[in-house]
């Protein structure tokens, strides 16, 4: 976000919860849904793999 200039309240706008944001930025989500993935690819413009790693 902080790279592409998007505020935090944009990705609100496009239906990503204050909660769901919150425990993405303080990487305590446990579990993120393929919705959220996809909004926030969709609000950042790019793919899943330039949001997310693969950690066996």
Do not use: H, W
């Not at 592409?4 to 930025?25: D, V």
């Not at 919705?35 to 950690?55: A, F, G, K």
């Amino acid at each position: 976000m902080e790279e592409k200039n998007i505020p935090e309240t944009q990705l609100l706008e496009y239906g990503i919860t204050e909660r769901q944001f919150r425990a993405l930025k303080r990487n305590n989500s446990r579990q993120v849904s393929t919705r959220v993935i996809e909004l926030l690819c969709i609000s950042l413009n790019c793919r899943p793999d330039d949001i997310m790693e693969n950690r066996p």
